[in-house]
């Protein structure tokens, strides 16, 4: 470091060396020779010293995944299949049949699986048919829910009301979309039920707080869609952007949202 | 042992073996416990997302390459964020956090580390996360920060030489 900083110059060479000597990497002439330098330099040893207080905090911070975060990547990994070897027509055979299965599934979308994402956020075009109230055991909820999963309540930390639900059948499953405004914008939030919905090809990976979500545009409309409890969540609009979105999708009150 | 030029597939169930270091070195770049783990489960999510492959038996500096750009796409939307809006009341929550103080948690000691990090120029602070926080050695750390092995080294002194004295005046 330079004398500006209240140690004598020492050259880059010498740094380097130094940073070696404090981890252990330097071993042979270099070593020995560097080791003689520090024995007859006071300042030499002080930076030693530095580097070696340094080296010894860095590598000792006591810091760990959480639990929680090991099974959200555990539940990322895909499974490994087992190593079998195949005759190459078998294979080729077998790859045309899984790609006409997922050709037909993405000609089809709607099905045993339910509605896609994008289907499921083209509710929020629709108008609410019903006033929502204020959950009365938990003021961050809303008094609506799909198969147990609530709505959250933004009007508190967020000033965003909510506006009235509807309900909907889609391809064989319940969705409840409650609407959300404030300040002239409007938001949809739908949980549909059942199996959760794979999120569309071809929408951005996003975590926030601790909880995976895609997001996407589906014409002039921001979609984020994610799972609470296995069930599919999708939020939209067109007035809100996908930072603020991500934001209000994320919020769990404390831990009074379940997610 | 791969031979040189040969490439091996990133396997996906031993990937999940570096999250700790992975998490550490998050930490170091962000000095936001909760920031480290969103930044770690994009990375594997954007990791695993489809096969990898690899010319050096060297899958944690693969992975630490792929933090830190998952950790520059964070500050770059950030940014965007920041100039996109003009509401001050939105400010602190674009802002990264700078420090494990207040998390539970962290000891103390660690929160200090952690200040002391954040306060690096950013190229020290990614020389010493890849080397004394996730354990990558300096040639690996070279690879995966796309510089000199010597660079490192030169970093590594000087990003230890202000943790050293802001841990020491902590």
């Known amino acids: 470091m330079g004398p500006e900083n209240g140690h004598p110059e020492i050259d880059e060479r010498t740094e380097r060396q130094l940073a070696q000597l404090a981890d252990g990497s330097l071993e042979g002439w270099d070593r020995a020779e560097l080791e003689a330098s520090v024995a007859a330099s006071p300042a030499l040893r002080d930076a030693l010293d530095r580097q070696c207080a340094a080296v010894g905090a860095l590598r000792g911070l006591d810091l760990q995944a959480s639990p929680a975060l090991r099974e959200r990547i555990a539940a990322t990994s895909p499974s490994r299949p087992p190593r079998r070897r195949r005759l190459v027509i078998r294979s080729a055979v077998a790859g045309a049949m899984a790609a006409a299965a997922l050709a037909a599934v993405l000609i089809i979308p709607s099905g045993d699986g339910g509605p896609t994402v994008t289907e499921t956020a083209r509710l929020s075009e629709r108008p609410a048919t019903d006033p929502v109230a204020v959950d009365s055991g938990n003021d961050r909820l809303l008094a609506a829910n799909v198969e147990g999963v609530p709505f959250p309540n933004w009007r508190g930390e967020f000033g965003w009301r909510q506006a009235g639900t509807r309900a909907d059948e889609l391809n064989g499953r319940t969705a409840r979309t409650v609407f959300y405004e404030h300040g002239g914008r409007r938001i949809a939030y739908t949980i549909v039920s059942g199996e959760g919905i794979p999120a569309p090809k071809g929408s951005r990976p996003v975590t926030r707080n601790g909880v995976h979500f895609h997001s996407l545009a589906d014409g002039g409309r921001k979609v984020v869609t994610w799972w609470r409890d296995g069930r599919t969540c999708v939020v939209s609009s067109a007035d809100v952007g996908g930072h603020e979105l991500l934001a209000l999708a994320s919020w769990k009150g404390d831990g009074a949202v379940p997610f | ?170």
Not at chain 2, 72 to 79: A, D, G, V
Not at chain 2, 134 to 154: D, F, N
């Open chain 2, 1 to 170: 042992m791969l031979v040189q030029g040969e490439r091996r597939r990133l396997d996906p169930e031993t990937a999940g073996d570096h999250i700790d270091r992975l998490f550490r070195a998050a930490c170091a770049l962000c000095g936001s416990r909760q920031l480290a783990e969103d930044l770690v489960q994009e990375t594997y999510v954007k990791v695993l997302a489809r096969p990898r492959f690899l010319r050096r038996d060297d899958d944690l500096g693969y992975l630490i390459k792929a933090l830190r750009n998952t950790w520059y796409s964070h500050l770059r939307n950030e940014r965007i964020r920041r100039e996109s809006t003009s509401s001050p009341d939105h400010e602190p929550d674009e802002l990264p956090a700078r420090s494990a103080t207040g998390d539970p948690e962290s000891s103390l000691e660690a929160s200090a580390v952690l200040d002391a990090l954040a306060d690096l120029p950013q190229p020290y602070r990614e020389a010493v996360a890849a080397v004394d926080v996730a354990g990558l050695s300096y040639a690996e750390a070279a690879r995966a920060l796309g510089v000199r092995q010597g660079t490192i080294m030169s970093r590594l002194y000087r990003g230890r030489e202000q943790v050293a004295q802001a841990v020491g005046q902590a």
